[in-house]
């Protein structure tokens, strides 16, 4: 399956969301698997920041030809380099904001997908030696880690999220990769096998 910033999961497993819909998790109970997809927030999808932006050329241009017509014509250099960098702004924030991870954890094995603006990463873990941990800033104000790492190798999970999200997280991927006794139906409760 390839990952892509629009990711949907299959409707046979069980998907729960956060209210901020920055962390999706699919839970799979027949085969004892997780995955987790986290995204950071993005305000305005891509067709909004470019309404947006043509909304505010408008109004800039509008000023600027207004003011020319009275005799000021060299607001109209300054107004379109002012609208370049606020293109060139939105531009970079938008591209940031479709970065995305994906960690799945099924078997024996742990895999984080981590795909930037850049490049795309993918590391494996093996599951029963993989720790989660949460560091916390040595200087306050300063964001906590969040990172997945055995035998000398680590990456850091969900770095755009809050610290409260980053413990809700850490909880969730400790229990996430913690055996099921039976592994047949991982942690099924008793609604979902009632047909």
């Known amino acids: 399956m390839r990952y892509s910033p629009g990711l949907r999961f299959p409707s046979k ?7 901020n819909a920055l962390v999706a998790r699919q839970v799979d109970n027949f085969q ?29 241009f509008g000023i600027a030809i207004a003011f020319a017509l009275k005799g000021a014509w060299l607001i109209l250099p300054f107004a379109g380099l002012e609208m370049l960098v606020l293109g060139a ?25 981590d795909h930037d603006s850049k490049s795309k990463r993918q590391q494996t873990f093996i599951r029963a030696w ?37 413990q809700q997280l850490a909880l969730e991927l400790r229990q996430a990769m913690r055996p099921s006794s039976f592994t047949g139906l991982g942690s099924m409760s008793y609604q979902d096998a009632v047909i």
């Open 32 to 60: 004892g698997s997780s995955r987790f997809l986290i995204r950071p927030n993005r305000s305005l999808p891509w067709r909004g920041v470019v309404r947006f932006y043509i909304g505010m050329v408008m109004v800039s």
């Open 13 to 19: 497993a069980h998907v729960t969301k956060r209210d």
């Open 130 to 166: 993989a720790q989660v941990k949460l560091e916390q800033a040595r200087i306050n104000g300063y964001p906590s880690r969040l990172t997945i790492r055995s035998h000398g190798r680590a990456i850091e999970i969900g770095g755009y999220l809050a610290d409260e999200e980053k």
């Open 89 to 113: 702004a939105l531009y970079v924030v938008a591209r940031r904001g479709c970065c995305w991870q994906v960690v799945s954890i099924h078997g024996d094995h742990i895999e984080v997908v």
